[in-house]
Every structure is written in C-alpha cells, then in structure tokens.
C-alpha cells in the first residue's frame, strides 16, 4: 500500500522527474528534506560525513517506497570532495535541478572564549561549504538554464545569541549569500533561497532543550517547538515550480519567535 502510494505521488509529485542534491542529509533536517523531495517525485543524492550508515538507511528507505537515491561521503568544506560529489550525482542520477545547502554545525562559546578554531570549523562547514557547494552546481545549473537552490540559513542569523557568534555569523552571511545570489543568477533563472528555522527538534537542539524548553516555549507564540518536516514542506515548494516567480527570499519557519507579544 505505501509503495503504491508513494507510485502515484512520484508521478504526480510537485518534483516529478527533479534530481536533488541534499547536503547533510543523514540526519534532521536534511534527512527530512531528502525524504519529502522524494515523496514529491525527486530523485535524491543524500549527502552525509560520518553518518554513513544513516544515509544508506535513507536511500533503501527511499528505494523501498520505490524511488530512487544514492549517497555520497563528502565534507562540504573540503572544494574537492564537493566537486568530487556533484560529478558523482550527474553520472548516477543525470542531473542536477535543485540544490539544499543544509550541512551545518554549531559550536557555541562565550566570545571571550571562543578560540580560533572554534570560529573557524563553524564558519567553513556553514558558510564556505554553503559557497562551495553553491559554486560547484552552478556551471550545472547555468548549462541547463534552470535550478532551485535553497540554503538553510537561521533565525540566529538575525537575531544572534549568547555563545552563538561564530554560528550567527555563519547564517548572516549565508542570508547575504543568499541574495546576491539570487540577484546574479536570476538571468539564468537559477532562483536562490534561504530557510531561516527557529527551533526544530533534532541532534542540534537536544542540548539546549533539556537546558531551556521552558524559556524557549515562552518565546514561541505557537508554543511548540518545530519538527524538520515543518522545513522540508517549505522546501519542496521553493524547490517546485510553485515558487517559479520567488527568489532572493529568506523564509521563517519558526511558530512566530520573535514576534511581539
Ligand atoms: P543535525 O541534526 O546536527 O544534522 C546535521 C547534519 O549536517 C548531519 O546530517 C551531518 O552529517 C551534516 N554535516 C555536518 N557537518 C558536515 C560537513 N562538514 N559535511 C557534510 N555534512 C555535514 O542538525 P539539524 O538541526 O538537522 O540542522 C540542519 C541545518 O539546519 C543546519 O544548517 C543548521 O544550522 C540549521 N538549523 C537548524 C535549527 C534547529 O533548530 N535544529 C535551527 C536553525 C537552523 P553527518 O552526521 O553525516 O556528519
């Protein structure tokens, strides 16, 4: 019965017939992303590290509902492993039409504290290898005259936070990434957006809401903390022809944090 199901929505999906390159999607967030693309007819390169056994649960998952996948090892902030990656998905999957830039790390530090490579590991995994990857699709992307990126960016990058300096500035200069992107791609019609979660309930928040979930719900008008699937549905539309007329957009998710009360 799912594998039926999951038939039918592949050939009526809003991604029907769409290759997606999803980084860090052996767990959370991008796990979420690479799952919904292939409910809605994609086809999905998941990207992992060092979940290797995650991301090949993922891509039988996704092969047992009768899609299709692969997956590959790569470190988005090594340039070589990306490029390495993005040759690997067009050989196995033909092409590239949508990107995520997803993989992410968070290695909080009071300022004063923080030392360099603190700094250093948070900003080249989100921002450098946000770039990169952006930057090895491209000349795909530009060929076809066609593609949807979409970066994974986050409410921290307006908003910051204590001990957040170095992950805040990583999203800040994703939003800007984001934009002037979006602004020297349009010709191409490579639309380029961000996603900016508030907080969702994977491995990177578990920490924080066993120390605060109180405080956090306080903060969120629909006093519930999100779930990657909250993500992965705006995703697919930016990814879908459905968004086709947005780009240089960076979208919250976040049950309304930080607005007024
Ligand atoms: P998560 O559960 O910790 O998962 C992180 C993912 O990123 C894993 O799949 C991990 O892969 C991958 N990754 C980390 N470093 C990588 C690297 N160098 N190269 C390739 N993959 C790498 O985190 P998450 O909560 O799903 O976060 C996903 C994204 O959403 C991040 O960009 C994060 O900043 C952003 N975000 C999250 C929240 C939240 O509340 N959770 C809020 C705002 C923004 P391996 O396990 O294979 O190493």
Same mark, same amino acid.
């Given at each position: 019965?799912?594998?039926?199901?999951? $038939?039918? &929505?592949?050939?009526?999906?809003?991604?029907?017939?769409?290759?997606?390159? &999803?980084?860090?999607?052996? !767990?959370?967030?991008?796990?979420?992303?690479?799952?919904?693309?292939? !409910?809605?007819?994609?086809?999905?390169?998941?990207?992992?590290?060092?979940?290797?056994? %995650?991301?090949?649960?993922?891509?039988?998952?996704?092969?047992?509902?009768?899609?299709?996948?692969?997956?590959?090892?790569?470190?988005?902030?090594?340039?070589?492993?990306?490029?390495?990656?993005?040759?690997?998905?067009?050989?196995?999957?033909?092409?590239?039409?949508?990107? &995520?830039?997803?993989?992410?790390?968070?290695?909080?530090?009071?300022?004063?504290?923080?030392? %360099?490579?603190? $700094?250093?590991?948070? &900003?080249?995994?989100?921002?450098?290898?946000?770039?990169?990857?952006?930057?090895?699709?491209? !000349?795909?992307?530009?060929?076809?005259?066609?593609?949807?990126?979409?970066?994974?960016?986050?409410?921290?990058?307006t908003r910051g936070g204590r001990g957040h300096a170095n992950y805040a500035a990583s999203k800040g200069g994703i939003n800007s990434l984001t934009i002037s992107a979006?602004?020297?791609?349009?010709?191409? !019609?490579?639309?380029?957006?961000?996603?900016?979660?508030?907080?969702?309930?994977?491995?990177?928040?578990?920490?924080?809401?066993?120390?605060?979930?109180?405080?956090?719900?306080?903060?969120?008008?629909?006093?519930?903390?999100?779930?990657?699937?909250?993500?992965?549905?705006?995703?697919?539309?930016?990814?879908?022809?459905?968004?086709?007329?947005?780009?240089?957009?960076?979208?919250n998710v976040n049950g309304g944090m930080g607005l007024g009360s």
């Amino acid at each position: 019965m799912a594998a039926y199901h999951f $038939w039918l &929505v592949s050939i009526m999906g809003i991604l029907k017939d769409q290759v997606a390159l &999803v980084t860090g999607a052996s !767990r959370g967030i991008g796990r979420a992303i690479a799952l919904e693309f292939a !409910r809605e007819g994609a086809s999905v390169l998941v990207n992992y590290n060092n979940s290797k056994e %995650l991301a090949e649960s993922l891509v039988q998952e996704i092969e047992d509902l009768g899609g299709k996948a692969a997956c590959f090892q790569a470190d988005v902030a090594q340039e070589e492993q990306v490029d390495e990656m993005v040759a690997f998905t067009i050989s196995e999957l033909g092409k590239i039409d949508i990107l &995520v830039c997803n993989a992410g790390v968070v290695k909080d530090q009071l300022m004063g504290f923080m030392n %360099l490579d603190e $700094w250093e590991q948070v &900003v080249k995994t989100n921002l450098t290898g946000t770039f990169v990857t952006m930057k090895a699709c491209l !000349r795909h992307m530009m060929r076809n005259k066609k593609g949807s990126i979409i970066n994974i960016s986050s409410i921290a990058a307006t908003r910051g936070g204590r001990g957040h300096a170095n992950y805040a500035a990583s999203k800040g200069g994703i939003n800007s990434l984001t934009i002037s992107a979006a602004i020297e791609l349009a010709p191409k !019609r490579i639309r380029v957006n961000a996603i900016a979660p508030g907080v969702i309930d994977t491995d990177m928040t578990e920490r924080v809401q066993n120390l605060a979930k109180e405080e956090i719900l306080q903060n969120i008008p629909l006093k519930q903390i999100g779930v990657p699937q909250d993500v992965a549905n705006l995703a697919a539309f930016l990814a879908s022809e459905k968004a086709s007329y947005i780009t240089g957009e960076i979208i919250n998710v976040n049950g309304g944090m930080g607005l007024g009360s």
